[in-house]
């Protein structure tokens, strides 16, 4: 089993809907937890960190994160043609710092 | 406050041959990590530093790839000798110690092809 598992989509939405972006973790013992997106051709720019159960909101952005069910979540309101990226779920195990990623879903917001 | 920096950007050799990259972290950040992304796939640690020790190299190749952060500060990454499958970009990422929770900033990375 990955540590990290995301759905590579391509997750398709049309402007001005919610995107909704899964992932799923092995260890229990993880205790933080980040959305990072990465255009084409770039590196990965960090947009969201959760830490407690429930949700997080950051402007059109809301992270979700389940202990319980080892899920995290991005929501992406009014998501705009310049939100299509490959959305990163990373994930901290351990006492020092190290992140693991999944492989990333692609979301493409059509005009 | 600048940001991690990393060169050089592109870089092409044969197979067999060495390459080397750096990366200056932020200002004062003492982890430093090495990150290597294939296409298509998320990013995986090879190395992670604090100060000039390390802590993680689990999933570094190590019969071919070397790293080293002298000083605590500038880090290099090496591979010798390249294989095709090292194509991909290499990423360089730095955080502070009380600020580890808040994630940490990539370089711009280093896309290097093997031919």
């Known amino acids: 089993q990955k540590e990290v598992e995301q759905n590579s989509g391509p997750l398709s939405v049309p402007e001005g809907a919610i995107a909704s972006l899964n992932c799923t973790y092995s260890d229990r013992g993880s205790q933080s937890f980040f959305w990072y997106r990465q255009y084409s051709g770039k590196s990965p720019e960090l947009i969201m960190s959760?830490?407690?159960?429930g949700d997080k909101e950051d402007g059109r952005f809301t992270a979700q994160l389940n202990k319980a069910s080892q899920y995290v979540s991005l929501l992406i309101r009014d998501s705009q043609p310049s939100d299509s990226a490959t959305y990163l779920c990373?994930?901290?195990?351990?006492?020092?710092?190290?992140?693991?990623f999944g492989t990333g879903t692609k979301l493409q917001v059509i005009p | 406050e600048a940001g991690v920096a990393q060169s050089p950007r592109y870089k092409i050799i044969e197979k067999r041959q060495s390459v080397a990259f750096w990366c200056n972290p932020i200002s004062g950040h003492a982890t430093l990590y090495w990150y290597q992304q294939i296409l298509g796939q998320g990013p995986k640690l090879l190395i992670q530093?604090?100060?000039?020790?390390?802590?993680?190299d689990s999933q570094l190749p190590k019969d071919r790839f070397s790293a080293e952060r002298l000083k605590g500060v500038d880090s290099t990454l090496k591979i010798q000798p390249a294989k095709l499958e090292d194509s991909a970009v290499y990423l360089c990422?730095?955080?502070?110690?009380?600020?580890?929770?808040?994630?940490?900033?990539f370089g711009s990375g280093t896309r290097l092809t093997v031919v």
């Open positions: 959760i830490y407690s159960n």
């Open positions: 530093f604090q100060n000039n020790g390390v802590v993680d």
């Open positions: 990422a730095s955080s502070s110690r009380d600020r580890a929770n808040y994630g940490y900033t």
């Open positions: 990373a994930v901290r195990v351990g006492g020092y710092q190290k992140v693991t």
